[in-house]
Every structure is written in structure tokens, then in C-alpha cells.
């Protein structure tokens, strides 16, 4: 996991604020001067701060969970797409669907709405409709792939949340804040850190910025993702050992016995000792063992038997 260094921050732009009228007190910790009324980011914070979003975010893709991004923002759309597709996170860079997160299963039916259609046209029953309800359900089918196309493999919720612009995101950090869910946030000047959990200050509005601090964080994932998949073949590669090893202790252990009992039944024939009798196989099995009863004169009578 490399961690950008102080000059590659500086190239990138990432210590440029916003307008010192443009403030939110709660960034003053991460604030190192000001310069011509613009507010400058502490780049020695940034770097440890990208450096410890990355490592807790590799954890979470170590463990087979889901990241989601969220940036809609025009700058950071593209970069976004293309950092999530390359490690098969799902992404929004479209119009956050209100509820996505506090209304996930209604979300839900919409993409299985949108692979309802898409298996009609496998199956051929849209080639019955007429042209009309073609067109409207072609139109509906574009507009569902626009909004939630990207997170179509989504089955359950997400285990965290990265979002590019804060501000522009509220309404998706307020949706995580309710549900738990932890969010990662690229928060510049402007923005309000309280309810961020990972934040990484940094300029939000360059390019070169969000595509700096993404390449970061999608690499550290991408190696947990490698160490899951090595983690997952070694499993497999130790049970494939363990089992044969299983089965042969079993025959092992039959004949050490048979072997023993062997031995043990001359011995105490020549000593006059009677040798021990076998261990019942029923006895730690848990099938409870009655003694035969003999048959009496009295069960030879028929119930219904009268005497005269």
C-alpha cells in the first residue's frame, strides 16, 4: 500500500481550500494558513489521514464487504466510475436516489424491475409487444440503468460509504449516519467533519485532487482483495490435505485394536483368566440395550381368551 507523498499532494493540488468567508470552524484543525484569503490545508494531516482511510478500507474489502462511492459531482464522475469498476465496488454518480440506503429493499425492486425486462427480451415475449409499449418500456429500462445500473450487483447493504464532496452529499452521509454505516469522506474547507468518520482533508473541486486520493484508497482495496483470494486457495489447498489424513487414522485405529485383543486372548486362556468380552458397540451410542425376556405359559393365551 504506497501512501502519496507530501510532494505528490502539493502537484495535485490537494492543500487549496475554499474562501476564508466560506469557512466551517469545524476545519480549523486541518487548516495550516491562509494565503490571499484562501484557506491552506495541512498536507502532513492529509497524508495520514489517506494513509489510515486506506488501511481501514483494505481491511473491509479483505473481509469480502462492499464499498460504496458516491460522487455526482461533474469533476469527479468519470474518475469515480472507472476507480470502482477496475475492483467491482458499485458506484453513484448520478442523482442520489433518495432512500437508497434507509429504503434499500423498495431500491431493490427497481433493479429487479430492470432485470425483469432484461430477461424479456431474452425469452422473446418482447418481441410479441407491440411498438408502443416497446418504446415506453425501452425508455424506462434506459432510465433505471442511468440511476441504478451501477449498483445492480448489490444485494444487501453497503459495509461503508466514500463520498468525494460532503456538502453535495449530504442527504447520502445523513442516510449512512442513520443506519450506522461508516463513511469516508474527502471533506475540503467548506464542509462540516463531525459527522465523518474517515475524514481526509483535501481540496474537493480539481480533478487531479479526487483522482490522486481514489487511486489511494482503490489500491489499498485491490490488495485486500488479493490477500482474500490467497487467503481463500490455501483454505482450500489445507482441507484437500486434511482429508485423506482423516481417513486413514480410522483403519489405523480399527486394526491397533483388533490387534491388541488379539494378543490380550491367549494370554489369559494359558493364565485361566476369561478374556474380556468385546466393547459393545452400543453402549456410547446412545441406544438404550433391554434384556431379552423369555416367553412365559401366560403369553401363549390369547387377550381375549375366556375361561369356562
Not at 484569503?37 to 492529509?46: A, Q, R, S
Not at 441504478?148 to 442527504?171: C, Q, T, W, Y
Not at 462540516?192 to 474537493?204: A, G, K, L, W
Request: aromatic share 6%.
Amino acid at each position: 500500500m504506497s501512501t502519496p507523498t507530501f510532494d505528490q499532494l502539493l502537484e495535485a493540488g490537494c492543500h487549496f481550500g475554499h474562501l476564508k468567508r466560506k469557512w466551517n470552524p469545524a476545519m480549523a484543525p486541518y487548516i495550516f494558513m491562509e494565503r490571499n484569503g484562501i484557506h491552506i490545508l495541512d498536507l502532513y494531516k492529509t497524508a495520514a489521514k489517506v494513509e489510515e482511510a486506506a488501511a481501514a478500507l483494505k481491511q473491509i474489502a479483505k473481509s469480502g464487504k462492499k464499498v460504496l462511492f458516491v460522487a455526482t459531482k461533474k469533476q469527479a464522475k468519470q474518475v469515480t466510475a472507472d476507480k470502482a469498476k477496475a475492483i467491482g465496488m458499485p458506484y453513484v454518480i448520478e442523482r442520489w436516489p433518495g432512500g437508497m440506503l434507509t429504503n434499500f429493499p423498495t431500491i431493490r425492486k427497481a433493479v429487479k424491475k430492470m432485470a425483469a425486462i432484461d430477461k424479456m427480451t431474452t425469452d422473446g415475449t418482447f418481441d410479441n409487444l407491440s411498438k408502443r409499449e416497446k418504446l415506453q418500456i425501452n425508455r424506462q429500462r434506459a432510465k433505471l440503468e442511468k440511476t441504478l445500473g451501477s449498483i445492480a450487483d448489490l444485494n444487501r447493504l453497503p459495509s461503508a460509504l466514500f463520498v468525494v464532496d460532503v456538502l453535495k452529499e449530504r442527504i447520502a452521509v445523513a442516510e449512512a449516519n442513520r443506519l450506522g454505516i461508516p463513511v469516508f469522506a474527502m471533506v475540503d474547507t467548506n464542509s462540516d467533519p463531525t459527522n465523518i468518520d474517515f475524514v481526509i482533508p483535501s481540496n474537493d473541486d480539481a480533478s487531479k485532487s479526487i483522482e490522486l486520493i481514489l487511486d489511494t484508497v482503490c489500491s489499498a482495496m485491490a490488495e485486500g482483495l488479493e490477500e482474500r483470494k490467497v487467503e481463500k486457495v490455501d483454505a482450500k489447498e489445507e482441507d484437500k490435505e486434511a482429508a485423506p489424513r482423516r481417513e486413514r487414522r480410522r483403519p489405523v485405529r480399527r486394526a491397533e485394536n483388533e490387534e491388541a485383543a488379539a494378543e490380550e486372548a491367549p494370554e489369559a486362556e494359558e493364565a485361566g483368566v476369561r478374556a474380556p468380552r468385546p466393547p459393545n458397540k452400543f453402549r456410547h451410542s446412545g441406544i438404550a440395550c433391554r434384556p431379552v425376556r423369555r416367553a412365559t405359559p401366560h403369553d401363549l393365551i390369547p387377550p381375549n381368551h375366556k375361561h369356562y
